[in-house]
Structure formats: C-alpha cells, structure tokens
C-alpha cells in the first residue's frame, strides 16, 4: 500500500543545532516534492520544493535532499532558533501531478 | 494583499444539519483544493478544482460536496451523511497544475458537533 512517513511525530533539539526531519514513502513515484511548515491553528505555508532530478535545494538556513533511490527526503534547518519551532509536513505530486499527498507531519521544538 | 479567506474560523454542526464552510481567493489561481486535517495526521484531500465548473473527488470525498461557480470561489458542504465531521478544514489554491507549484492554505475553519 502507498504510505508516508515522517521520521518522529515531535523532535526537540536546543537552539544553534541543526534539526534534520525525514520524509519517507513507499509505492509513490513522485516527480516533486514540497516542505511546509504550520503554526498550531494556522494554514501550512510553503518552504521549498524540489524535482526528482534535483539532488539538494537550499533557501537561507534550509535545506532539502531528495533521493529517489531510497525514497527519502531529508529536511534540515541549520543554526536553529526557537521561533523555527512548528510542525513540517512534507508533499509528494501524486495522480499525474494533478494533486499533492501529505506526510502526518514532524512538530519540531528549539529548546533556548 | 493577495491571499485565501477562510471563514468563519470556528464551526458548529448539529446532528442532520448540513454547514457550508467558505474559501475566497483574490491570487487569480486557477485551482482550489479542501483539505482535512485530524491530530497526528496529514492533510487528506477531499476535493479539488482546476477549472470554474469542474472539479473532482479526493480521496475522502464522501459526505462531502463542492462548488466552483466563481473562480475565486470554492464553498464546502458538510451534509449529514459524513457522519465523523469534527476536524480542521484547510482550503488551498495554486496556479493551476500542482505539481511544480506552491499551494496557498488560508487559516482554516474548525468544524465541533454539539
């Protein structure tokens, strides 16, 4: 069956560390792949997004990897803060690339 | 500013009453998507439109209907068949095919039976 999974339901890590998350799926073929992040009670609001031909993606303190082979995404933030601390749910294209499947999500915490 | 506006922010449904939750958007995206969230899962989509006049079935559509007489609107109706309501609902637009393009999510709207 087709599932996505995201490496924790919570990760907590002290501030000026670098916060790795994981994105790993099973039976889907994705072209792209999307990270958003959500406040408690607020929209997700996009982060990155990277192609499968793409090995790395960078935007300031983020970073994305997208590995095909093992069917992982990886999500780092470096040089953590406590305002990054919210939940990141990561996006495969799925049905032609007409619509987007989510992971559960991981709630990060930046303890100070 | 350009965004999407979900309203209202706080739901009640009684037992066998539809609710219509609402989705404007001023971005002049082509396509708007539901979505539904439960704690601890991902977004689960429940309807989609990439056209005005068309749109088409998620995965969890049942219990669940959908207009797309405007372009900058996509109204969701919660009718009394879906008979497990309670869940945050996010509505999301972007420029057409998904794929390659960002998704804009307003705030949602949480929907609680009395």
């Known amino acids: 069956s087709q599932k996505i999974e995201q490496n924790s339901e919570a990760l907590n890590i002290q501030e000026g560390k670098t916060a790795t998350l994981t994105c790993n799926y099973t039976?889907?073929?994705?072209?792209?792949l999307q990270w958003y992040r959500q406040d408690p009670g607020r929209g997700p609001v996009f982060l990155l997004l990277i192609r499968e031909n793409e090995k790395e993606k960078r935007k300031e303190r983020l970073k994305v990897t997208f590995d095909t082979t093992l069917k992982q995404s990886l999500f780092h933030i470096t040089a953590s803060q406590p305002a990054d601390s919210a939940t990141y749910l990561c996006a495969l294209d799925h049905n032609y690339g007409q619509n987007f499947v989510f992971g559960p999500g991981t709630r990060l915490s930046v303890l100070p | 500013d350009g965004g999407i506006t979900q309203s209202p922010k706080y739901l009640f449904r009684k037992e066998g009453q539809n609710v219509t939750l609402s989705c404007e958007q001023n971005?002049?995206?082509?396509?708007m998507y539901w979505y539904r969230q439960d704690p601890g899962q991902g977004l689960r989509l429940i309807y989609y439109s990439q056209i005005v006049n068309d749109f088409q079935k998620g995965d969890i559509a049942e219990g669940y209907s959908v207009s797309r007489e405007k372009k900058e609107s996509f109204p969701l109706t919660v009718t009394s068949a879906q008979k497990n309501p309670t869940a945050f609902y996010l509505c999301?637009?972007?420029?057409?095919?998904?794929?390659?393009?960002?998704?804009?999510f307003g705030d949602g709207t949480r929907l609680s039976i009395l």
């Open positions: 999301a637009s972007s420029t057409g095919r998904p794929a390659d393009q960002p998704q804009h």
């Open positions: 971005l002049n995206h082509d396509a």
């Open positions: 039976n889907y073929s994705p072209a792209y």
